[in-house]
């Protein structure tokens, strides 16, 4: 049990996905300007991102490893993650048309998005098993969730403060979450 908590926590907080590996940058800048969308978005990520370590790594312990397919791992993850956003995507359109459409683009860039395939090939070369995966993936994910909500929160406040011009829009998200991944790499130092 200790292990599956260290796994999760090192995946939402110590290696955080964005702040800490630089991976889902374009959604995390793209999506966060409203609270609401970052964390319809975060939700999709947390559903999408579980699910496909659980896939990834059933795929790979059962089918590629096997029978020696290794090499294919990144074809296979790439078509396990389209499968399920198309699925995420379809749910939103019909249960929630206001979210689908604030999140606009990024929705289905989920599919490319390094961050979630990150994870999954993260799992295998960790070995972790079947638990393992899933636990890194939720992690991580929660983890992106936390790093995009928190951002959308600042972009909010920042809206309202008197700025200097040449600082206004892209340069103060930049620095920002520039902050944001210095505070986050303070969680490096803890020890279980």
């Given amino acids: 049990m200790k292990t599956l908590i260290m796994i999760m926590l090192a995946g939402a907080l110590i290696n955080n996905v964005v702040l800490n590996q630089f991976l889902g940058i374009c959604s995390f800048l793209g999506v966060s300007s409203r ?84 994870v999954a090939l993260t799992n295998v070369q960790n070995e972790y098993n079947f638990i393992q995966s899933v636990v890194a993936g939720f992690g991580t994910a929660v983890g992106y969730t936390i790093a995009i909500v928190l951002l959308a929160s600042i972009r909010t406040r920042i809206r309202e403060a008197d700025l200097p011009r040449p600082l206004r829009g892209a340069p103060i998200v930049l620095i920002a979450a520039a902050l944001m991944s210095i505070a986050f790499m303070g969680f490096s130092h803890i020890a279980f």
């Fill in 35 to 118: 609270i609401k969308a970052s964390a319809s978005l975060g939700g999709a990520v947390i559903f999408v991102m579980t699910i496909a370590s659980a896939v990834a790594s059933l795929l790979y312990d059962l089918l590629l490893k096997p029978y020696g397919l290794d090499y294919m791992k990144t074809i296979v993850f790439i078509l396990v993650i389209a499968a399920l956003v198309q699925i995420v995507e379809m749910f939103l359109k019909k249960t929630s048309p206001a979210i689908y459409k604030a999140l606009g683009i990024y929705l289905p860039l989920i599919t490319t998005n390094c961050a979630v395939l990150g």
